[in-house]
Every structure is written in C-alpha cells, then in structure tokens.
C-alpha cells in the first residue's frame, strides 16, 4: 500500500527556511519520481519541483529556482524539499506525491496518483 506522509511545515518569517519531510512506505522512492505540489487557499494545485529517480534529475517551478531544493533519502525512503528565501507568495499546503513512473514527466506535472495529506507552510511576519 503506498502512503507519503509530509511533515516540517510551519509558521516562518518572510526570508526564512523551513525543510519538509515526504517519507514513503509501501514502495522504494528510490525508483519512484517524486514530486511536490502546493496549494493555496481558493487557488488549484500547483507543481513546484520533481525528482526523477536513478538520474536524481531535478525539476523547479521558475517561481521557486534557486530557492527550493529537492534531494532524496534512499536509507530512509524519504525525499525532502528544502525551503529558503521565502516569500510572501509561497504559503500554501505542499503535498508530496507520485504515480510509480521512474521519471518526472514535466516541471509543471500535477496528475500523480498518490499523494499526502500535506503540511502547511504560513509565511508571516
């Protein structure tokens, strides 16, 4: 059965960092694309980064480059996304998620099968 569960969403300053957390069971992340979605509040699902398995190939929404970082765990099946420089716009509920495929199929992919329950980052002030 395969499940994701994120965590390490929180209330920061704008500028701040924040590290989420995507630990999977039920299958090996290390063959799996995993990618993050965020969503805001009256808006649709947004992509904002994917990583593809064997390669570690890496994909970024232009809105976050250079800020957000996605690395993967193989040891502890977890793949991670590192927040930096955050701004105003980022708040959101970010969810993990994949389909099973190997590959990340574009920057801008939000059609996965599987997903998390996702975490809230708040950015304020």
């Known amino acids: 059965q395969v499940q994701l569960v994120e965590s390490g969403g929180g209330l920061v300053q704008p500028g701040g960092s924040l590290r989420l957390s995507c630990a999977a069971s039920?299958?090996?992340?290390?063959?799996?694309?995993i990618g993050w979605v965020r969503q805001a509040p009256g808006k649709e699902r947004v992509a904002v980064s994917c990583?593809?398995?064997?390669?570690?190939?890496?994909y970024y929404a232009d809105s976050v480059k250079g800020r957000f970082t996605i690395s993967r765990d193989n040891a502890k099946n977890t793949v991670y996304l590192q927040l930096n420089s955050l701004k105003p716009e980022d708040p959101a509920v970010y969810y993990c998620?994949?389909?099973?495929?190997?590959?990340?199929?574009?920057?801008?992919?939000?059609?996965?099968?599987?997903w998390g329950q996702g975490t809230q980052v708040t950015v304020s002030s």
């Open positions: 039920g299958f090996t992340v290390r063959y799996s694309a």
């Open positions: 998620a994949t389909d099973g495929s190997a590959w990340c199929y574009s920057a801008a992919y939000v059609s996965y099968d599987y």
């Open positions: 990583i593809s398995s064997s390669t570690d190939s890496t």
